[in-house]
């Protein structure tokens, strides 16, 4: 299993982007997908996460802001970022929990991160 992240790029204050994180292989059930970002210099921390029954948990300073969704038939995510700030910039990475296979189940697999800067 495998996550492949794209969408994230340049914009400049209060622009928006769009991230898309898509589970390859043949998967039964994924529990909980979501988006986490690591500025530099800082920790890692959860931006939003949805569950296979559409759940969602964000981040206090990105609610209102962002959205998050997922296609539990394609096992895709997507985070729609509106009215970015230059505080939203970072390397954002999706992540799927709980991953069920026919031969394997996996605990938490990671994508590659995406950078997304925002400019004042």
């Known amino acids: 299993v495998q996550l492949q992240a794209s969408g994230g790029g340049l914009v400049q204050a209060g622009g928006s982007l769009r991230l898309s994180c898509e589970a390859s292989?043949?998967?039964?059930?994924?529990?909980?997908m979501g988006w986490y970002r690591q500025a530099p210099g800082k920790q890692r921390e959860l931006v939003a996460i949805?569950?296979?029954?559409?759940?969602?948990t964000y981040l206090d300073s990105v609610k209102g802001r962002f959205t998050v969704s997922r296609d539990n038939a394609k096992n895709t995510i997507t985070l729609q970022m509106n009215s970015l700030k230059p505080e939203d910039t970072a390397v954002y990475s999706c992540?799927?929990?709980?991953?069920?296979?026919?031969?394997?189940?996996?605990?938490?697999?990671w994508g590659q991160g995406t950078e997304v800067t925002v400019s004042s």
């Open positions: 992540n799927a929990n709980g991953i069920i296979t026919p031969t394997k189940r996996y605990p938490e697999v």
């Open positions: 292989g043949r998967i039964f059930n994924i529990n909980i």
């Open positions: 949805v569950s296979g029954g559409g759940t969602t």
